[in-house]
């Protein structure tokens, strides 16, 4: 559910990322090349409060400023990677931008020292949020939409956000996550559960991920935690966030063991066979929670 979780994409409406600041207060969010996070030594965000009295919050509306749907009363999880000099807490909650009101809020305190911390958090929004197709908005990236006649461009009033409610503090967040709980995922994978049972309903049993692209990274850039993945300098526009591992390329890994590998990039089902891949009903790739 968030695009440029890393902080990847950070330029105009198709990050989905924004600042705000309440009452009088006096601060910032921006990228600090100073503090990089794990393997993919990307900047992190730095979100600061530096004087007044009010907020400071970093937003979030998923790819080109959508907006996120949310359903009342399913859980979401998530988690921050963050880092503080002083203790910080950061209040991490799920708006409905739209009508100005907070769905459920939690505080997850960040302590001060200056180590990465993962920090985690469980959602239930109170109210749903209402989505809405649109021709045009100022305030959300399209993407040229008129390419394609049927495209329908979404505009969803929901955001996730970590807010800071006094000065002077900072924090700097590496990596944020969100995503619906075991209810809205596939088979416990970070994969979108709706996204995987309309394919298998349509006997989809490949589907072809990453495009030509693929030729140029490995699958095995892929493997291991999501925040502690080597950074490709690459963004995507709408439909993938990341690509490195095509169908052709796990098609052609013989074993089972090779296989697993591709996950969560690619899924698929082997036989008894170490060798063999079952002509099984299921994508090889599914669409990831980078949208609503």
């Given at each position: 559910?968030?695009y440029?979780?890393?902080?990847?994409?950070?330029?105009?409406?198709?990050s989905?990322?924004?600042?705000?600041?309440?009452?009088?207060?006096q601060?910032?969010?921006?990228l600090d090349?100073?503090?990089r996070?794990a393997a993919?030594?990307?900047?992190?965000?730095?979100?600061g409060?530096?004087?007044g009295?009010g907020?400071?919050?970093?937003?979030?509306?998923?790819?080109?400023?959508?907006?996120?749907?949310?359903?009342?009363?399913?859980d979401?999880?998530?988690?921050?990677?963050?880092?503080?000099?002083?203790?910080?807490?950061?209040?991490?909650?799920?708006?409905?931008?739209?009508?100005?009101?907070?769905?459920?809020?939690?505080?997850?305190?960040v302590?001060g020292?200056?180590?990465?911390t993962?920090?985690?958090?469980t959602?239930?929004?109170?109210?749903?949020?209402?989505?809405?197709?649109?021709?045009?908005?100022?305030?959300v990236?399209?993407?040229?939409?008129?390419?394609?006649?049927?495209?329908?461009?979404?505009?969803?009033?929901?955001e996730?956000?970590?807010?800071?409610?006094?000065?002077?503090?900072?924090?700097?967040?590496?990596?944020?996550?969100?995503?619906?709980?075991?209810?809205?995922?596939?088979?416990?994978?970070?994969?979108?559960?709706?996204?995987?049972?309309t394919?298998?309903?349509?006997?989809v049993?490949?589907?072809?991920?990453?495009?030509s692209?693929?030729?140029?990274?490995?699958?095995?850039?892929?493997?291991?935690?999501l925040?502690?993945?080597?950074?490709?300098?690459?963004?995507?526009?709408r439909?993938?966030?990341?690509?490195?591992?095509?169908?052709?390329?796990?098609a052609?890994?013989?074993?089972?063991?090779?296989?697993?590998?591709?996950?969560?990039?690619?899924?698929?089902?082997?036989?008894?066979?170490?060798?063999?891949?079952?002509?099984?009903?299921?994508?090889?790739?599914?669409?990831?929670?980078?949208?609503?």
């Amino acid at each position: 559910m968030v695009y440029g979780e890393a902080f990847e994409a950070t330029n105009g409406l198709r990050s989905g990322w924004s600042y705000a600041a309440e009452g009088t207060a006096q601060g910032s969010a921006a990228l600090d090349p100073t503090q990089r996070f794990a393997a993919a030594q990307l900047p992190s965000m730095r979100l600061g409060f530096a004087s007044g009295t009010g907020a400071v919050r970093l937003a979030h509306r998923g790819m080109g400023n959508e907006g996120l749907f949310l359903q009342a009363g399913k859980d979401y999880e998530g988690y921050i990677w963050a880092r503080a000099d002083t203790a910080t807490g950061v209040t991490v909650a799920l708006r409905d931008y739209a009508g100005a009101s907070v769905l459920a809020s939690a505080v997850v305190n960040v302590p001060g020292g200056g180590a990465w911390t993962q920090l985690a958090y469980t959602l239930t929004p109170t109210a749903g949020t209402e989505c809405v197709g649109i021709t045009s908005d100022p305030d959300v990236d399209c993407n040229n939409q008129n390419h394609f006649a049927d495209y329908v461009c979404l505009k969803c009033n929901g955001e996730l956000s970590y807010t800071i409610l006094s000065a002077p503090a900072a924090v700097w967040i590496g990596y944020a996550r969100l995503e619906p709980g075991t209810w809205g995922r596939w088979a416990g994978l970070p994969f979108r559960a709706e996204a995987a049972t309309t394919l298998q309903a349509m006997g989809v049993g490949v589907v072809r991920y990453g495009g030509s692209v693929g030729a140029s990274v490995s699958w095995k850039d892929f493997r291991g935690p999501l925040w502690n993945r080597t950074g490709l300098g690459r963004t995507w526009v709408r439909g993938a966030a990341r690509a490195g591992c095509r169908a052709e390329m796990c098609a052609r890994a013989r074993r089972a063991s090779s296989l697993a590998r591709c996950i969560p990039v690619c899924t698929l089902r082997c036989t008894n066979s170490p060798d063999t891949l079952a002509h099984a009903p299921i994508p090889l790739a599914l669409l990831p929670m980078h949208s609503h």
